[in-house]
């Protein structure tokens, strides 16, 4: 499992929602305590994510969606948000509305508690700021800048942003991109996910940054703006 170094205390771990009344999320919370402090909370206390390193949001399997608690969440936070969601979540929509993992059930304890630890590796790893000419990445503070203005991104934008940007030059197909920004692979999305996040970031950005290998995938080309 991987682990993360953490400066001070263990990263805080939130499980949202009713996780003690979910066999294997409680299995979960047992397990997570080797990589965190672990609390809980009820999905409607949603102030209660500020200070958490990473939450999980356990949504109800009799539940339509997962989407309305991921964008509470998201309104207090910008840490890791995993979601616990039935069977056959939408997962397009949970991941554009800023979760950043989903585990749909039955869940493997073991399996969601690798999530976690990445998620939590990921996020207090590589956290410098990235700067190509005009155009500044801030991890730590997920702000971007372009000739010195702010340029509003969803949680997903800027995760694809700050993935590509790390490596210039580098070309990325789209079963890449899903695996690196999304924990997915097109068994369970489609590419077009991909595309339509970078014609986002390219309408948001502007020409030049986010250039198209055809028949491969995309890659980051400041040289090129």
């Known amino acids: 499992m991987p682990t993360t170094t953490w400066a001070g205390e263990r990263p805080q771990i939130l499980v949202l929602g009713r996780g003690d009344a979910v066999p294997e999320v409680r299995a979960v919370l047992d397990r997570c305590r080797h990589v965190g402090r672990v609390d809980t909370a009820e999905r409607g206390r949603t102030e209660a994510v500020r200070g958490a390193d990473l939450v999980v949001v356990v949504v109800d399997e009799g539940e339509p969606h997962a989407v309305d608690p991921v964008v509470a969440v998201r309104g207090e936070t910008d840490c890791p948000i995993v979601v616990v969601s039935g069977p056959r979540p939408d997962r397009f929509q949970v991941f554009d509305a800023g979760a950043d993992d989903v585990a749909a059930s039955p869940i493997d304890p073991a399996e969601l508690t690798a999530r976690v630890a990445v998620r939590l590796a990921r996020s207090s790893h590589g956290r410098d700021e990235v700067r190509h000419g005009a155009l500044v990445v801030d991890p ?38 899903l695996e690196a920004v999304w924990n997915s692979s097109t068994e369970w999305q489609q590419g077009r996910t991909v595309n339509e996040h970078v014609h986002r970031l390219r309408r948001k950005l502007g020409g030049g940054w986010i250039a198209t290998v055809h028949g491969v995938g995309y890659r980051f080309d400041p040289d090129a703006r």
């Open 140 to 177: 730590a503070r997920r702000v971007v800048r372009l000739d010195g203005e702010s340029v509003a991104l969803t949680a997903k934008e800027f995760d694809l942003l700050e993935h590509l940007v790390r490596h210039p030059g580098q070309t990325f197909s789209r079963d890449m991109l």
